[in-house]
């Protein structure tokens, strides 16, 4: 029978959900915002989030200036007739600016100020060339004649479109060949780097379990690896790896398992599998340590039971061992499934996704569209994307595994 949570217990787990809600479901939800949106911090017309058409205030009041200023300029290099044109030009465009003064943000207003706008944007610009394209000024070489059309276009830019673009991001997401090659990557050295871990991590494991003299001694020497930080760790191989003087690159030559020393990182196949033995060297520690948790609850007399009646160790350890490991089995399954799937740091150091995007990750790529881009809106959605690879990877490991992590059944 399963017992109902009281007041009590729940306003006794309260601070925790308050904390899963900050630092969990609310990085979620945000990164879901972003992708519904065409967010780039590197464009001024798209560095927020605009539902609507909006005005860029203060942006039109700059570029006005300068379209002043250039035409105070090149005034004297044009005849009588046009020196009147463009003082009217610029009285008309001081005019529109003391009257847009007020807004000093990008706010949203009225469809026909934004008509109005538009087509002030359109009369200067045309009244503007004009008189710089002229054939009366064939000769004359303009100060601002290649600076106007630009600063015109800015100007036009202060009417910022919506950039609400909807699913469209998950669209070009399912399209996205990188995408997937990106996520064949990540499986191939998340399966490979965690299968190898958990098989040396539960040797380990046994090994760091046992009433041995000195067994103390060995489980500090097997939790050094993981101990050091992943940037160091992944520095320390990269020089091992290296083609010129790495001692590692230089045994696998002279065994004959790579081709030349170079091999190691400067080809996409080498540059995974160095990858996959420094995260197999670093985090097999990791998973020992999650399983000796689960060896050290085993009751030792199951193990006397089964000597007494004639069980060998090996049909000990399929017999009582691994049914009795599997929750711990589990747990450290999935901690190092997930953890892998995410990895960055390791090969952003060792490879920084290459050689030719060999080894690029979906964390890497999405890396590259959000900070190296500044491309928000595509890089949040390949973020979600790992998010329900993420979430699949825990619905198999939780469901199709049966392993109840943590049991819900009280007699």
């Known amino acids: 029978m399963v017992k109902r949570m009281t007041f009590k217990q729940f306003v006794f787990i309260l601070p925790l959900l308050l904390f899963i809600c900050v630092f969990s479901f609310y990085p979620i939800v945000t990164s879901f915002m972003y992708s519904l949106f065409d967010y780039r911090n590197n464009d001024q017309s798209y560095n927020s989030f605009y539902i609507s058409e909006q005005f860029n205030g203060s942006l039109f009041q700059e570029d006005c200036k300068y379209v002043n200023y250039f035409l105070s300029s090149d005034i004297t290099l044009v005849e009588e007739e046009d020196q009147k044109e463009i003082a009217a030009i610029q009285e008309e465009i001081s005019v529109m ?203 030792t007399g199951l193990y006397e039971a089964a000597s007494i009646d004639g069980s060998g160790k090996i049909s000990s350890f399929f017999r009582i061992t691994l049914p009795l490991m599997k929750p711990s089995i589990m747990v450290a399954l999935l901690f190092r499934t997930l953890d892998s799937f995410r990895v960055f740091d390791l090969l952003t150091v060792l490879t920084g996704g290459g050689p030719g995007n060999g080894t690029e990750t979906l964390s890497i790529y999405s890396n590259k569209l959000i900070f190296s881009q500044s491309n928000y809106g595509y890089g949040s959605a390949v973020v979600i994307g790992m998010f329900v690879c993420v979430a699949i990877i825990a619905f198999i490991y939780i469901k199709v595994l049966g392993a109840d992590v943590i049991s819900s059944k009280t007699s």
């Not at 002030?120 to 303009?142: L, T």
């Not at 469209?168 to 064949?184: S, T």
Request: charged share 15%; net charge neutral; glycine share 6%.
């Open 97 to 299: 600016m003391e009257q847009y003064a007020y807004i000093t943000d990008t706010v949203k207003i009225s469809d026909s100020q934004i008509a109005k706008l538009r087509e002030f944007g359109s009369n200067i610009r045309e009244r503007i060339m004009a008189i710089y394209n002229s054939d009366k000024y064939a000769d004359v070489v303009f100060y601002n004649v290649e600076k106007m059309p630009v600063i015109l276009d800015n100007l036009d830019s202060t009417i910022v479109s919506s950039n609400f673009i909807g699913l469209r991001n998950y669209i070009a997401l399912v399209k996205d060949v990188r995408f997937w090659k990106d996520l064949g990557h990540t499986i191939v050295f998340t399966v490979i780097s965690v299968s190898f871990e958990f098989i040396l991590g539960f040797c380990l494991a046994l090994i760091m379990n046992q009433s041995i003299k000195g067994i103390g001694m060995i489980r500090t020497l097997g939790l050094i690896p993981w101990a050091i930080p992943t940037v160091v760790s992944a520095m320390m191989w990269k020089y091992m790896y290296d083609g010129d003087f790495g001692v590692v690159a230089f045994i696998f030559h002279k065994i004959g398992f790579i081709n030349k020393q170079a091999a190691m990182l400067m080809t996409p196949d080498g540059a995974m599998a160095s990858a996959i033995m420094a995260d197999i060297w670093k985090t097999t520690p990791y998973m020992a340590l999650l399983l000796v948790a689960g060896l050290q609850v085993i009751d």
